[in-house]
């Protein structure tokens, strides 16, 4: 029982480590998506910025450089977006596919070439990474029955990064439903020609709601290579950024929900991780491919509105035109 | 003066040139920083592509592929649907073959099994497009994403089947048993060998002759037949649709129905035409292809192919790179596909302003303009 106990105390602790980049990617969408530009590519920004903040770490030795690398990269990104999408008014889709894979191919061209190591990077030292932050009388709270354990295992030994994603949603709740920012930056996505109107530049909000889409996924980012890893590795997004996008669906494009359904689906990933290859009694093995893919049949089946209606802001995808 | 004031050689020639000499010129400076000369980049990869022995047929090879799946992209936007889904319909696409030929190869001529396992991939790819097309249609549920998560989808009942129920006994690798002899479409050289003529060996096949009828079979239903009318009709407005007594609803999963069968077909071209076997990410990222061929080649399949010939050659000619240079490899060839998508797709117009310009500055003089 006990072991048991300790089993789920460990795979909630993984669940938070896997939904970390899943959180920020949501909150990055959400910033986006709530201005009116669908954003496809938290996933590439993702992977580019996991690739510049490693090679920070690298050349600099330095989480904090690495993390502005990150970040960096990731607005550059997202400044191309909308480029292509506010100035040029181009299709929001389109864009984001572009830039997926063109990171997918940018990554690993330059980590050949800056490194000779087939795409990765050299492997980071614990000095050149975000580490595990051990909270005060973790060690003595082992003791403790049950409090002590959740203590010690869950809430204590994460890195800087979890908790600025944690954070990102209390900032992201504040901003966009308690600001006048982000009573024009939800106005722009529903009905940017009322925000025109009040004399406010659509495509100055956009940009920003962007902006801040591209400082959120850059943390993400280097949140998978100098925190989570230990370096940068070839597709190392791994769809995640696409998972963040199924959970900014599921939560209906609201910052806690949104944060609900990552935390869900990194408790599928992590539980899916734990059950490899383990006999459970009477049900025995469980399929973990069967378990990963649950996330995108459950987007798909909230998004068909069989299970609640998820609806998105109203001008999402389209291209303001002002009117003359 | 806009776009529809330019003549149409500037539309739908000159504008795309440009932007893919824009894409590569980008893709050129970023040759040059990481240190090696783009032009002699270039210059391995057209040789790869095209001059080496039995280059062209490989070339021809990657085309196919590109041919169908862009196919697929394009019928879906003439409906203004954008089918992302394509990879996991080519991957759904051979899991048809791949079940027809399992099953049946034991008991039917090989002729028939082939026979019927190309109308499987495209019936399968159907399917798994008209899934989406359904929920768009009738649930309201958005293709873009929807198209997206069954890519995934498909990807995990991949994962799921080859490495449980379909994986070959004794096998260590997620794939299944080979097919029995004589199931596959005949390879050109092959053919062309027996008919006197010496060609070099490649993986080019009949799917390559498929693939040209399903692009005279696109333009015929787009540009020729009653329902090809009424899906761009439902593409510019579905009101229209309704006035003229069709359901868009219909019209809409007809559409995803054969885009996901074109894209299913791909399939053929790997599993029959090479693998003779089902295998994991056999699809390897040909479905996203497909979208920046649909997008260079206006979705007019004539466009279409020799936007997937440029592809195909980029594809084999990027394989080249890996044995000529220490730096650059087959990514490179990602990185381009990204930069083309960005500049033929997302910003398409960037330079008709400027093109408006000189044009309309160059026909004064005339006194017509």
Partial sequence: MADLWLQFVLTIDATLRVATPLILCAMAGLFSERSGIIDISLEGKMLMSAFAAASMATLTGSPFLSLAGGILVSVALSL???????????????????????????????????????????????????????????????????????????????????????????????????????????????????????????????????????????????????????????????????????????????????????????????????????????????STDLILVLPYLLTVILLAGFIGKASPPRSIGVPYIKER | MNASSLPRWIDIGLLPVLNLIAALTVAGVIIAI???????????????????????????????????TGLAVAVAFHAMLFNIGGEGQAMIGGLGVGLVVLFLDSVLPPLLVVMLAVPAAAAFGAVWGVIPGWLQARRGSHIVITTIMFNFIASSIMVWLLAGMLMAPGQMSPETRSFADGINLPLVYEVLQMA???????????????????????????????????????????????????????????????????AGMMSLNEILGVQQRVILNFTSGYGFTGIAVALM???????????????????????????????????????????????SGALAYLFMPAVVRIYSSLRKPTGSG
């Fill in chain 1, 80 to 286: 191309i977006h909308g480029f292509a999408c506010i100035t040029h008014k181009g299709n929001q889709v389109i864009s984001g596919l572009a830039i997926n894979i063109l990171a997918s191919g940018l990554t690993v061209t330059l980590g050949i070439a800056l490194f000779a190591q087939g795409g990765q990077t050299p492997f980071l030292n614990k000095s050149e990474r975000f580490t595990d932050i051990v909270l005060p009388f973790a060690e003595q709270a082992e003791h403790v029955p049950v409090l002590g354990t959740i203590y010690k295992e869950i809430i204590s030994g994460h890195n800087l990064l979890v908790w600025v994603a944690l954070f990102s949603v209390i900032v992201t709740g504040y901003v966009v439903f308690r600001t006048t920012f982000g009573l024009r930056l939800r106005a722009v996505g529903e009905k940017p020609e009322a925000v025109d109107s009040a004399g406010v530049s659509v495509s100055g909000l956009r940009f920003q709601a962007v902006i801040i889409a591209g400082v959120l996924c850059g943390i993400a980012g280097t949140y998978l290579s100098t925190a989570h890893g230990a370096g940068f590795i070839r597709e190392m997004a791994a769809g995640k950024g696409y998972i963040a996008l199924a959970a900014l669906i599921f939560g209906k494009w609201r910052p806690v929900p949104a944060l609900l359904a990552c935390l869900m689906f990194g408790f599928m990933d992590a539980l899916a991780a734990r059950l490899q290859g383990v006999e459970i009694p009477v049900i025995g093995h469980i």
């Fill in chain 2, 196 to 262: 006197g003529f010496s060609v070099s060996r490649s993986p080019l096949n009949l799917s390559f002759v498929i693939a040209l009828l399903a692009c005279f079979g696109v333009w015929y239903l787009i540009w020729r037949t009653k329902l090809g009318y009424i899906i761009r009709a439902t593409g510019h407005s579905e009101r229209a649709t309704i006035y003229a007594g069709h359901d868009p609803a219909k019209i809409i999963m007809l559409v995803m129905a054969i885009s996901g069968a074109l």
């Fill in chain 2, 297 to 343: 080649g206006r979705n007019h399949p004539i466009g279409i192919v020799l936007a997937s010939l440029l592809f195909g050659a980029l594809y084999q000619g990027g394989a080249e790179l890996d044995f000529e240079f220490q730096t650059i490899t087959r990514e490179m060839v990602l990185m381009i596909q990204g930069l083309i998508i960005l500049f």
């Fill in chain 2, 34 to 68: 990481i240190g090696e000369n783009p032009f002699v980049a270039m210059g391995v990869m057209i040789k790869g592509a095209f001059v080496y022995d039995g280059a062209l047929g490989y070339t021809l090879f990657y085309t196919t592929n590109f041919i169908f």
